[in-house]
């Protein structure tokens, strides 16, 4: 093997690396927002159903509060929830990092081309530090930490 493919076989292994650390992180953040907003939903209709009493029977109120706390304990939705959030940050994050991923690919497969993949994480790379790091040429936005 030469330098440059192990440079590329390096630089497509960080670039991998980072991609995928930050579809995951992406993911658990977007999972918990997405638990937290679903299960706010549900509960509150069955709290609101388990409040209204057409009559005054003891009995029909605490069925109706059982009914209530046994939902708000029961986990299951909270997992679905929780997994389709992860999901659908972790790829939405993985579109976003399409670029770096495809060179990182190309840089780890491609025998012939893997100087130009490398050169082009290279670039890509001094682009991302430039732009988004430093922030230079480009318009000014309120940084969020979602």
Known sequence: MNKWNIAAKVAGTLTAGMVLYNAHDVGKKHAAEN?????????TDLFTRSRKMDDRNITTSRLKDWYFRSNADWS?????NGFTGYISGAFNQMA???????????ALVSKKLSKVFTIGLLLYGIKYLVCDV??????N????DI
């Open 35 to 43: 638990i937290k907003i679903r299960s706010s939903e549900r509960l």
């Open 76 to 80: 299951l939705p909270d997992k679905i």
């Open 96 to 106: 976003m990092d399409i670029v770096p991923a495809a060179l990182a690919t190309g």
């Open 134 to 139: 430093i922030d230079i040429g480009r318009v």
């Open 141 to 144: 936005h309120l940084k969020s």
